[in-house]
């Protein structure tokens, strides 16, 4: 039987835990326990069940730390490291979210800081809204009632704008599709001094299109 020193087991252990892709991006729910605060923001703390118990590090500045207290439950997402000098495994969380909160609330944060970390919501990319457009661009359903609201106030509040629809679904798998084609399609034109993307009310899952990346990255160009 082959002896190896403490440092090549360690290494062994880091290797293996860090590569395991479910490892790399895990969503463990628990509850916070031995929370300490650093000097610096950063929080140290425990996430636990009835049955085990993961030490957790969250660095200042990310998302959900404010939730973070002894006794509350949360949904933390992050990775798992193993820190070779201690010989201990750590939960690195990079986002936090009050426990029960729906998988497509999750996904949309998530994908939120990713497009922020790219910055598509930087400042310096963000456009005045011209004052007196000439012509406003609206990416909609043609049969929905919010055509008819969007017709009604232009005529009450704003008659000499003319309106260029580009006909889109605004719900179903297909609608983030036809969103992103009409946008685009209206950019092409060029005529439009501003676009309106709007829809009526409905659920998170029926609002959904409307959060897709690929037409935060159609609006973003």
Excluded at 26 to 36: A, C
Aim: hydrophobic fraction near 45%; glycine fraction near 8%.
């Amino acid at each position: 039987m082959a002896v190896y020193t403490v440092s090549q087991v360690s290494q062994h252990v880091k290797e293996v835990l860090e590569n395991d892709p479910l490892l790399a991006d895990v969503l463990v729910e628990g509850e916070v326990s031995n929370l300490r605060v650093s000097s610096a923001g950063h929080s140290y703390f425990s996430l636990k069940d009835d049955q085990a118990l993961l030490n957790c590090v969250m660095f200042r500045g990310q998302p959900g730390a404010e939730l973070l207290a002894s006794g509350s439950a949360v949904l933390a997402h992050g990775r798992l490291q193993f820190y070779e000098p201690r010989g201990s495994t750590d939960f690195m969380v990079d986002l936090a979210m009050a426990a029960g909160v729906g998988e497509l609330a999750l996904e949309l944060e998530r994908l939120t800081l990713r497009l922020e970390a790219e910055g598509l919501f930087e400042q310096s990319r963000k456009r005045s809204l011209p004052l007196f457009p000439k012509v406003i661009g609206v990416v909609t359903s043609p049969s929905g009632a919010v055509l008819h609201d969007i017709q009604n106030v232009l005529r009450r509040r704003y008659p000499l704008a003319e309106l260029l629809l580009a006909p889109s679904l605004v719900q179903g798998p297909n609608a983030a599709g036809e969103i992103v084609a009409a946008i685009e399609g209206l950019n092409r034109d060029d005529r439009a001094d501003v676009i309106v993307l709007a829809r009526g009310g409905g659920a998170l899952e029926e609002l959904w299109p409307f959060n897709e990346e690929e037409v935060a990255r159609a609006i973003y160009a």
